[in-house]
């Protein structure tokens, strides 16, 4: 490997598949290059890497063609959400709740 080159992984997941992909590139490349270098596409063709959300060891990135990955990093790119996350908490608490009271009513 060239010195002006650093090795970075790129991930991507759906619920059936994950993959990820070792790529070299050169030494000041965005996240963005690495996850166009990786064409994923190959595995998910529904992929739009250029506007997927993306991140680095879990921690979300907001301009991922400006940040400039270092060796042994991991870009992970995104899938929407299909549902709010606090939405999802409250109806579940909500449900839990009739749950107890129903069963208080039983008693």
Not at 52 to 60: E, S
Not at 80 to 86: C, M, S, T
Request: net charge neutral; proline share 6%.
């Amino acid at each position: 490997m060239a010195e002006s080159e650093i090795s970075v992984e790129v991930a991507y997941a759906t619920p059936e598949r994950q993959e990820l992909v070792k790529v070299k590139i050169a030494h000041g490349a965005s996240m963005l290059d690495a996850a166009r270098a990786a064409n994923l596409q190959r595995f998910f063709p529904q992929l739009d890497v250029d506007s997927a959300p993306m991140g680095i060891f879990g921690k979300a990135v907001a301009k991922p063609e400006q940040r400039v990955l270092e060796e042994g990093e991991r870009v992970e790119i995104y899938r929407p959400l299909i549902a709010d996350p606090k939405e999802v908490r409250k109806q579940r608490a909500a449900k839990l709740a009739q749950e107890k009271a129903a069963e208080k009513n039983k008693a």
